[in-house]
């Protein structure tokens, strides 16, 4: 009787516990096919493209990437918990892990409070990543973060953020990126300079506007050296609800001090902007059509990415997506598509300087 009752008690403080915790095991499948033109062909010994060619390929991610990732919570009772996100990228074209290491994506710690919001720790999208609602294709392969070549996406490391709960219709989010190394801002000791941002956003039936600064500095002398790597950016950003409509758009002005520019490939200034609009259709149907444009800076030229494209959900989880886009460039740029790194080489991806870059892909998420 003695070992059934000790038993009971076990039991019912293993299934307390169960009550008060959770584990959410959660991913997403993201898979397409892609031709595009424009992709730089016949390389000299440097490297350099002399020509360019058309390719099809399978590719991931082109609508968005693919991850998987576990989610907790420990409820402490009066409003409090503990929570824990890991979340590792993948190509499920060939299967293949980031090279950032295991959950490259998340990998932190905190507490939430219903009155007070949450605070974490740890590895997490950078703040410069909540464009992401405001931007009519939520940050996919051709969008918010191709002409900027990724300052709008990056991922960072050593982390402390808060996100406030609404307040009137307001809230607050801010992150600050400690560089880990012996000087403060950075100083090559580490992989990552210092890194902040913030912005507050309000929302209401008929709209939602954001105002964002953020900075990233560069690792080696903790320095705004490159407005593609380490600059200063401030972004202001509005989506208007319109029935069947949600109409976006953006400006960001990105800024360097104390860089050395050369021309075509690291200016000190940058103008970015963009609108678009979504129609939904229906309650599985959206369209969407947009335009990006940058401006750069020291004879960097200015290019233009135009796209359309839309969605349709056959199920809550199973979505069918596809996209039409084109980046034109003026003489001196050569933006393409994707928010590669500067350069003419074949590796780089990009298109030969003042020519454009045009394609089409078809693919398929899923969700669990």
């Not at 099809?56 to 907790?72: C, E, L, T």
């Not at 900075?215 to 208007?240: C, H, K, Q, W």
């Not at 960001?252 to 001090?257: E, L």
Request: proline share 3%; glycine share 12%.
């Amino acid at each position: 009787m003695k070992k059934i009752f000790v038993s009971t008690i076990l039991i019912g403080m293993a299934l307390d516990a169960h009550a008060q915790s959770s584990v959410t095991l959660y991913g997403r499948l993201d898979e397409a096919l892609e031709y595009m033109t424009g992709v730089p062909a016949n390389p000299n010994a440097s490297g350099i493209a002399q020509g360019s060619t058309n390719r099809f390929r399978v590719m991931g991610g082109d609508w968005q990437g693919s991850y998987w990732g576990i989610k907790g919570a420990e409820d402490l009772g009066g409003g409090n918990r503990v929570l824990f996100h890991l979340e590792s990228g993948f190509n499920i074209t060939n299967g293949q892990g980031s090279s950032d290491g295991l959950f490259n994506r998340w990998a932190e710690i905190g507490v939430a409070n219903d009155r007070y919001g949450t605070f974490m720790m740890g590895r997490q999208l950078f703040i410069a990543n909540d464009v992401w609602d405001f931007d009519p294709f939520g940050q996919s392969f051709w969008s918010s973060a191709s002409l900027v070549r990724g300052r709008n996406w990056p991922f960072s490391s050593n982390n402390i953020s808060y996100q406030s709960p609404k307040f009137g219709g307001f809230d607050f989010a801010g992150q600050y990126s400690l560089s880990n190394a012996t000087s403060f801002n950075g100083n090559g000791t580490t992989a990552q300079g210092r890194e902040a941002g913030a912005h507050i956003t309000y929302t209401s039936a008929l709209f939602q506007v954001r105002a964002m600064y953020d900075e990233i500095r560069d690792p080696a002398n903790g320095g705004f050296d490159n407005p593609f790597t380490a600059s200063r950016e401030y972004s202001a950003m509005v989506n208007l609800f319109l029935g069947q409509f949600k109409v976006q758009g953006s400006y960001q002005a990105i800024r360097t001090s104390g860089g050395t520019a050369t021309a075509g490939v690291a200016p000190t200034s940058l103008d970015h902007e963009w609108g678009g609009v979504t129609w939904q259709a229906t309650p599985a149907a959206a369209l969407i059509a947009a335009v990006y444009h940058v401006n750069a800076n020291k004879g960097a030229g200015n290019a233009t990415l135009y796209t359309v494209g839309g969605s349709y959900n056959f199920s809550k989880r199973t979505m069918l997506n596809m996209q039409i886009a084109t980046t034109r460039n003026s003489k001196s740029a050569n933006f393409g598509l994707f928010p590669n790194n500067a350069g003419t080489t074949v590796s780089s991806d990009n298109p030969l300087t003042g020519h454009s870059q045009s394609g089409v892909y078809v693919g398929v998420q899923h969700l669990f």
